[in-house]
T-cell receptor, first 117, second 114 residues
Framework: EAEVAQSPRYKITEKSQAVAFWCDPI?????LYWYRQILGQGPELLVQ????????DSQLPKDRFSAERLKGVDSTLKIQPAELGDSAMYLC???????????????FGSGTRLTVV | TQLLEQSPQFLSIQEGENLTVYCNSS?????LQWYRQEPGEGPVLLVT?????EVKKLKRLTFQFGDARKDSSLHITAAQPGDTGLYLC??????????????FGKGTHLIIQP
């Protein structure tokens, strides 16, 4: 069964350092999402890509977060500098089509658990 | 303000009992999805409901979408320890603009005790 690949699974970093997460969506999935999930809560959307273009980054803290999907396939989410409050699970998801055809749902990766110390 | 309110937040019951969890909103959704998430893993899609009043069954799980497409419920019959997990509802407010990710509730933490 096709999976969304994310790495690393776990990351511990000191505050003020830079950290990056990588996501490889299911082949052929045009839409890619990055979500942040604080322990005990539901995921919150950070950024949505359609192919290589950002279609929604309204909830991305742009002073420290950046995301790219240069070739419209895999994607990188970066935080610089990391803050204590950034500790969370960072989830990547992909879908075959954009919203409005939600019968397909999203396929999530296993996430990257970030701890900032 | 949380767009999707899930209740209860926590639920611990004995194996074999029935349970219902709820997902409510004042907003109308074009579709609503239910996910199950285990610790340290990403959410896994269980079902998508699209039509108001729609009922879908997945083995012992029954999902219903409210007539007005503002709320949904998940009913589990004869719960088993393997049903333990975080159940998340997520709404799609697609409006044709193409820039709407799913909005998630905070989830219901379900524990089924043997």
């Amino acid at each position: 069964e096709a999976e969304v690949a994310q790495s690393p699974r776990y990351k511990i970093t000191e505050k003020s350092q830079a950290v990056a997460f990588w996501c490889d969506p299911i082949s052929g999935h045009a839409t890619l999402y990055w979500y942040r999930q604080i322990l005990g809560q539901g995921p919150e959307l950070l950024v949505q890509f359609q192919d290589e273009s950002v279609v929604d980054d309204s909830q991305l803290p742009k002073d420290r977060f950046s995301a790219e999907r240069l070739k419209g396939v895999d994607s990188t989410l970066k935080i610089q500098p990391a803050e204590l409050g950034d500790s969370a699970m960072y989830l990547c998801a992909s879908s075959l089509v954009g919203t409005g055809m939600s019968d397909y749902g999203y396929t999530f990766g296993s996430g990257t658990r970030l701890t900032v110390v | 303000t949380q767009l999707l309110e899930q209740s209860p937040q926590f639920l611990s019951i004995q194996e074999g009992e029935n349970l219902t969890v709820y997902c409510n909103s004042s907003s109308v959704f074009s579709s609503l999805q239910w996910y199950r998430q285990e610790p340290g893993e990403g959410p896994v899609l269980l079902v998508t409901v699209v039509t108001g009043g729609e009922v879908k069954k997945l083995k012992r799980l029954t999902f219903q979408f409210g007539d007005a497409r503002k709320d949904s419920s998940l009913h589990i019959t004869a719960a088993q320890p393997g049903d333990t997990g975080l159940y998340l509802c997520a709404g799609d407010m697609y409006s044709g603009g193409g820039a709407d990710g799913l909005t998630f509730g905070k989830g219901t933490h379900l524990i089924i005790q043997p």
